[in-house]
């Protein structure tokens, strides 16, 4: 049989077993804040200074990394009202906006009576927004998100250049934009995010040429400079073999050429790129068995706490993450395993025959990248099994 490989273990990880917390009960997820505040640092050194950097919390909501990274970012990116509220705990009002379509009412009240800025994803919306404005009495924070005419080119996920639930068409943007201030509404500005999980940096740099000309050409027709233009971000990180990091630094260098075709503020929004790489997944081998000469590990959790790790949260091939035994990072692969959850579906598998050092009943497998879309992306509840713990660590707190 010979074995698929898997991605590429984070190189602040390759010591995973000097790490104190890997005795902790499993199932756990573990999130290294020193990689995450190391990540902002690099961003901000790469970045023209002009330019925001937010982080889009749906990524990983933990309240104890909330608060760890909001003195480190300048904004938070929420999408619902749940998130809003957390956000709301360890940000002023001021540098929040909520996105996504299908606000409720009660969530837009929510919203302009704490001041938080609305990303209006429609028409309809914005009129919605303006209408419980008035009946607060309040002014509404609004800017309205753009449905671009171009895509993040290798984008895991695409949400630009096509039909979208997300945002208003570019050509409608300005005229809305007009409505909204008329209608009087305090207009914020123009929110761009064309897709996700991008790792081509040449087309990262190509979409934020297009994002600031765009909001260039938006604020001409709309005869009015932004006050932000949310540049979106879809920074991917690296899951598979092969896959590359993002040159950030040229990302930055490239940006800096761009800025001054618009006067405003800029800003980019990242989840994953800021988490992803900081977050370990670990859970225990309940049992091992061999089925017609393949050798399965079954461990104490699966696709309930980490479906993006089984293939099944936006990937359209299976393929396997970073992942190792732990206690035996430096030892030699001794045997081709494929470690499953403990789940009664075929679909909870986290890797699929990978040469490992030998792991037995009681030993802890780690699953890298999973600092991102792990825990709250996934379906708990499913079969009712107990969910992960959460542990942040590194935050200096002891
Ligand atoms: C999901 C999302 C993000 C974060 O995407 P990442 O790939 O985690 O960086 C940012 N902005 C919007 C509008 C989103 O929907």
Not at 81 to 88: C, F, S, T, V
Not at 128 to 146: F, S, T, Y
Not at 240 to 263: N, S, Y
Not at 331 to 356: K, N
Request: glycine share 10%; proline share 7%.
């Amino acid at each position: 049989m010979t074995p698929k490989p898997f991605g590429p273990i984070p190189a602040e990880f390759r010591d995973l077993d000097a790490l104190p917390w890997l005795s902790e009960a499993t199932p756990a997820y573990v999130y290294d804040f020193g990689v995450v505040s190391a990540r902002i640092a690099r961003l901000r050194a790469a970045l023209p200074a002009r330019v925001a950097v937010h982080y889009a919390i749906k990524a990983n909501p933990l309240p104890a990394l909330l608060k760890a990274i909001a003195p480190l970012v300048d904004g938070l990116d929420v999408a619902s009202a749940g998130e809003m509220d957390r956000a709301l705990d360890v940000m002023a009002a001021g540098t929040i906006s909520f996105a996504g379509p299908g606000k409720r009412d009660a969530e837009i009240e929510l919203a302009i009576r704490a001041g938080v800025t609305l990303n209006v994803e429609s028409e309809n919306e914005g009129r919605r927004a303006l209408a419980i404005g008035e009946m607060l009495g309040m002014r509404p924070k609004l800017a309205v998100r753009v449905n671009p005419d171009f895509e993040l080119r290798g984008s895991g996920m695409k949400m630009g250049g096509r039909a979208s639930p997300f945002g208003v068409e570019a050509k409608h943007v300005a005229g809305l934009v007009k409505r909204l201030i008329i209608g009087g509404a305090e207009w914020r500005g123009l929110h761009i995010f064309a897709g996700s999980q991008s790792l081509d940096t040449q087309a990262v740099i190509e979409t934020q040429a297009a994002t600031v000309l765009l909001a260039a050409r938006i604020a001409e027709e709309a005869r009015r400079a932004p006050p932000l233009v949310n540049l979106g971000g879809g920074f991917g990180i690296p899951y598979f073999p092969g896959d590359v990091a993002l040159d950030v630094e040229a990302i930055g260098a490239a940006l800096a050429g761009e800025l001054d075709k618009l006067d405003t503020h800029y800003a980019i929004e990242l989840g994953r790129w800021l988490i992803g790489e900081a977050g370990v997944y670990l859970a225990r081998v309940i049992d091992r068995k061999v089925s017609q000469g393949e050798t399965f590990l079954i461990l104490d959790g699966g696709l309930n706490h980490h479906l993006a790790a089984t293939g099944n949260f936006g990937t359209v091939v299976r393929r396997n993450y970073p992942v190792a035994v732990a206690h035996r990072m430096q030892d030699p692969p001794e045997e081709i395993v494929t470690i499953v959850g403990p789940l009664c579906t075929p679909l909870d598998r986290l890797a699929d025959r990978v040469s490992l050092p030998k792991a037995d009943v009681g030993d802890v497998i780690a699953i890298f990248a999973s600092g991102a879309y792990g825990a709250s992306a996934s379906p708990s509840a499913f079969l009712g099994h107990p969910p992960a713990r959460e542990l942040l660590v590194g935050t200096g707190d002891a």
